[in-house]
């Protein structure tokens, strides 16, 4: 299993330093400039500009230099923030991130997988159409339409719960539904069908066959296999919730890292979103890799190899 | 069991849900009551300021908050634009042709105790003015004698420059030329001042990414001081009790909310967690003149929306053609149809409202001119008229004042433009590489005088982007820098502006308004040009409407 990682993580780093690269690449070759504004800057100021973040350099040696920084675990300034640096941006709007992400997807959880394994074990009855219509809904409507309506219902109308910021923890609530019934409505569709696959196999129909009661055969016999879908959703499903809850942190005004995103592409803060690329790429590579692990742990016909 | 289990941590999850949205409750006093009371002005103030270093940051959402921290030598005036309000300056004078100027300075203190000195400004106006630090607004204090050559490398010593601190508390500038107006100039951000002390202390005068302007080390000698800054969630300011004027501050802070999305902004307003906000959602304007007309509040701005026309492509080449798109439109439709912000159809670039300056109504809507000069141009009724597009950036707003202008274009003159869309930085470039036919554009002026508008289509000047150039404006803006009174400077203004709407490199849209929404607990929030607010005269009064 040690080997298994090790090489694992050996191809992860590979992958990450080739979009490293690529993004490297994109952003270089991309129109546009961090320091052009609507109002035009003097040649001798933008070269100034320019002097002070490197720019003015080939852009094989702002490579090799920009690299030899990242392994260093130095991002660099951001080119339109004055006085911050990219890990500053991150290490500010990571954890706001996080804690929406973690909160969403534990909600995300709670509520699909439940409704998936009751959609399975009570297959077309109402307990499974009912369930599914909603997440089928859930699947459709956007986070931004449901976000809206959640803060028009709660926050304008019964004035329960406040409708944007992030100051306190009555603040969580709204996005964190938003964002937690969106996910949950796939894991909800993903446990039904892994559920709905076990169920049929064929020692299950040996188990019943053998009189074992139907509560050990769905707790016991088929979970295990039922969550496997629902287990390789939760890595991308992580990663993306916690860096691309963009539409979620808009609407109700969060400081995460979602914003970021979108901002420094439109900003052209190269080093910036070069910064938070790699942070992107590698959660991914770090989910996919425990959800193997998991992976294998749950299905015994999977290998470490 | 993990059934059970799961039953009963949901059961937990929604307690505490439904717990934490009751304790949220509150008393039911509306925030924004309770900042009321305690004397703080809650207002959105567009996107994360890119910084509060006066010296580097160009945007409004920065300027607002560095007008509530650093004061110049002139302060922000709380009705009249063009009334200068003595600030760290409490007197002034200058010489019969207004190229020398004499400040006497008060004896204010910036917030570490430091006395706020002539040098200081001499410093801070050496600092934006050096080639090193790059400067995007240098250029605003050109004014001042060999500003330009000291910024672009052509002489070092800044001795040279025409400021000098005669002795602690006095500072005598010399400019170019006559210019009445500079007490309206060095308002602007450009000019405000810095502490030295404290700049050389975060690695000097020249350095960008200096941590002098962060949350710990800001030095103000204005009203308010910085008290916390959470990027995208809050900026708050309080009280200076170090200000020379602190008796006068009526608010005890400002909490000013980076808030890039309109519709976010107005959830909150309703929600009474905004006095103010920053802008309002044009669609929303006529419903929320219907549901909240004394929130709804419209003020005119110093800016100008037109379309920059592509001289050195055909078929713009063409006087002619150039007149004719810009008779056919009718503004008075776009602004009552599309803008619905009580925006003014421009017949002109310098916006209404500059005192002593009226503003020219010479574009005006004439259908039968356009149609008849489009046809002398070769193009009658549309015929043969070559494929353009018009470039926009990606934005609903302008994308919706473009469709309109493409049917109107369509209706008058026959004619068929297309329109496309750029992202922000890629339209800049396009822009200023006149790769382009026809380009959306507005201008907000630095300062209340119509040369923050015409000198723009000089010959050579960075922001001009149309290719278009005329010896004799390009002459006669020269001269009006230098006229020796108000009056004859206004008449050149007036010729310059005329010759560009003959030429019409550019066609005039409409004329900016700022729209948003007021709580009616603030007071003394005036109407300003320049939307540049002096936050020391305003003032909440609790309560004084009833809660929506």
Known sequence: MLKFIALRLVQGALVLLGIYAVTFLLVAATPGSPFSSERAIAPEILAQIEAFYGYDRPIGERFVTSLGNVLQGEFGPSAVYANRTVTQIIGESFPVSLKLGSISLLLALLLGVPAGILAAVKRNTWLDYVPMSVSMAGICLPTFVMGPLLALVFGLILQWLPVAGWYGPEFVILPATTLGLYYAAYFARLTRGGMLEMLNQDFVRTARAKGVPESTIVWKHCLKGGLIPAITFLGPALAGIISGSFVVETIFQIPGLGQWFVRAALNRDDFLVLGLTVLFAAMIVIMNLLVDIVQVALNPRLKYD | ?548
């Open chain 2, 1 to 548: 069991m993990l059934l059970d289990h799961m039953r009963r941590t949901w059961r937990l999850l929604l307690l505490t849900f439904l717990g934490l949205a009751l304790a949220s409750c509150g008393d039911g006093v509306p925030e924004t009551e309770k900042a009321a009371r305690e004397g703080i002005l809650l207002k959105g103030n567009g996107t994360e300021p890119k910084g509060l270093d006066p010296h580097l940051v160009t945007g409004v959402p920065e300027g607002a908050i560095i007008g509530a921290l650093l004061e110049g030598l002139i302060a922000r005036h709380p009705t009249n634009d063009l009334e200068p309000e003595p600030g760290m300056a409490e007197s002034w004078e200058h010489n019969g042709d207004f190229s020398v100027w004499t400040f006497r300075l008060r004896d204010a203190k910036w917030s570490n105790g430091d006395p706020v000195l002539a040098s200081d400004f001499v410093y801070s106006w050496q600092r934006i003015l050096s080639p090193a630090l790059g400067a995007e607004y240098a250029p605003m204090l050109y004014v001042i004698e060999n500003a330009e050559a000291f910024n672009m490398g052509e002489i070092e010593d800044f001795g040279q420059v025409g400021v000098k601190a005669l002795d602690d508390k006095t500072l005598q500038v010399t400019l170019q030329g006559s210019t009445p107006h500079f007490l309206s100039m060095i308002k602007h951000t450009s000019y405000l001042p810095v502490n030295p002390r404290v700049v050389e202390e975060h690695g000097g005068m020249t350095d960008r990414q200096s941590g002098w302007s962060t949350l710990e080390n800001y030095v103000v000698n204005g009203p308010f001081r910085l008290k916390s800054w959470v990027t995208n969630q809050l900026i708050e300011v309080e009280r200076n009790p170090e200000y020379w004027d602190a008796e006068t501050v009526r608010l005890n802070g400002i909490r000013f909310y980076p808030i890039d999305n309109a519709n976010t902004e107005e959830t909150m307003f309703r929600n009474n967690r905004l006095h103010l906000t920053n802008t309002v959602n044009p669609d929303k304007i006529p419903y929320f003149g219907e549901i909240m007309p004394d929130r709804l509040t419209i003020s005119p701005y110093l800016g100008s929306y037109f379309y920059r026309l592509n001289v050195t492509r055909e078929p713009f080449t063409d006087v002619r053609v150039r007149r004719a798109l810009a008779l056919a439109l009718d503004k008075q439709l776009i602004v009552e149809r599309v803008t619905k912000g009580g925006q003014a159809a421009a017949t002109g670039l310098v916006p209404e409202g500059i005192p002593g300056y009226i503003a020219s109504t010479t574009v005006q809507y004439d259908p039968d001119e356009a149609r008849r000069l489009l046809a002398e141009a070769g193009y009658p009724g549309g015929e043969g008229f070559p494929e353009v597009e018009l470039m926009i950036n990606t934005s609903e707003a302008h994308r919706k004042i473009a469709e309109a202008i493409q049917a109107l274009w369509k209706r008058e003159l026959g004619i068929q433009v297309g329109i496309y869309n750029q992202e922000w930085k890629v339209y800049l470039d396009s822009q200023s590489n006149l790769d382009y036919d026809i380009s959306r554009a507005g201008w907000i002026g630095d300062f209340v005088y119509p040369s923050t508008f015409t000198e723009m289509f000089t010959t050579g000047n960075g922001n001009n982007d149309t290719g278009w150039s005329n010896a004799r404006y390009d002459r006669l803006v020269a001269q009006a820098r230098m006229a020796d009174s108000e009056e004859e400077r206004m008449a050149l203004f007036r010729e310059t502006e005329e010759i560009l709407l003959a030429e019409m490199p550019i066609i005039p849209i409409y004329w900016y308004t700022r729209v948003f929404l007021k709580d009616p607990q603030v007071q003394g929030w005036h109407p300003k040009l320049l939307d540049n607010h002096n936050y020391k005269y305003v003032w909440l009064e609790p309560n004084a409407g009833s809660q929506q």
